[in-house]
């Protein structure tokens, strides 16, 4: 697989780039693959997570170079995809099932500062550019927060 960037999001031009797809192609291949379903963000711009552009590697390798139908790609990947929560299935059934954590929004927030500390410790010394572009994911981030 192609390596690129790990962000929180990207946006489709930047989707583009890493795999050398059209957008046109792109937003198809979200109306044939059931797995591929980006968010939006308040501009109804797609924002795509890391496994979306993963999956999209993946299909255009099923398509382009193994010669697969756009069918057959989405059975393949249909396929891995419940063979990888069938490995996982065994685990989580020996584990205790328990509730979700309810937590106050005073915990809420320590615990997602605590985890965003070391990442904001990772900004020292990067340029006013980098942290504008963090700035814009995290506000995205919010939006779809509170959209849910």
Known sequence: MKQFPKKLFYKIGEVCDITQVAPHVIRYWET???????SKNAAGQRIYRFKDVDLILEIKKLLYD?????????????TEILRKKEEKAPAASSAKISRPETLSAGDFASRSIAELKPMLDQLKGKSDDEVAGLRAELKSILTLLDKK
């Open 32 to 38: 044939e693959f059931s797995s591929l379903k980006p």
């Open 66 to 78: 193994e010669g697969y139908t756009i069918a057959g790609a989405n059975k393949k990947i249909q």
